[in-house]
C-alpha cells in the first residue's frame, strides 16, 4: 500500500488548505492514521490522529480548534482541514498509517508514510 498526500501550496496567513492522503493498493480503512509536520533541522512532529472509524482523534495543542482530521473509507482517504492557518504553520506534511489500536503521537508507532505536501504560510 502507498500513499499519496496532497493539497498542499502557498496561501496567506488567516487562510485555509485541505490536505488529502490517499492510499493506492489496499484499503486503510482498519489502520489508525495521523498527520504529522516538519521543517527543516526540526523533528517530524505529530499534527493531528484519527482512529480507524474515525470516531476517535487527538491534535497536536498548537493546532487544535483550528485543523481538523477526518475520513472517508468508501474513498480510502483521510483529510486535513487547516484553518486560520499561520507563517508558523510552514511545514512540509506527511500522513502515516498505524496498526496501534489507539491514536497515537509518537513518530515511530507509524509503520507507512507518504511523501509530504509542502504547506507555506506567508505573513
Known amino acids: 500500500v502507498q500513499l499519496q498526500a496532497s493539497g498542499g501550496g502557498l496561501v496567506q496567513a488567516g487562510g485555509s488548505l485541505r490536505l488529502s492522503c490517499t492510499a493506492s493498493?489496499?484499503?486503510?480503512?482498519?489502520?489508525?492514521m495521523g498527520w504529522f509536520r516538519q521543517t527543516p533541522g526540526r523533528e517530524r512532529d505529530f499534527v493531528a490522529g484519527?482512529?480507524?472509524?474515525?470516531?476517535?482523534?487527538d491534535y497536536a495543542d498548537s493546532v487544535k480548534g483550528r485543523y481538523t482530521v477526518s475520513r472517508d473509507n468508501a474513498k480510502n482517504t483521510v483529510y486535513l482541514q487547516m484553518n486560520s492557518l499561520k507563517p508558523e504553520d510552514t511545514a512540509v506534511y506527511y500522513c502515516?498509517?498505524?496498526?496501534?489500536?489507539?491514536?497515537?503521537?509518537?513518530?515511530?508507532?507509524?509503520?507507512?508514510w507518504g511523501q509530504g505536501t509542502l504547506v507555506t504560510v506567508s505573513s
Open positions: 502515516a498509517a498505524s496498526i496501534y489500536s489507539t491514536v497515537v503521537r509518537a513518530r515511530t508507532s507509524y509503520h507507512l
Open positions: 484519527i482512529n480507524w472509524s474515525g470516531g476517535s482523534t
Open positions: 493498493g489496499r484499503t486503510v480503512g482498519s489502520y489508525n
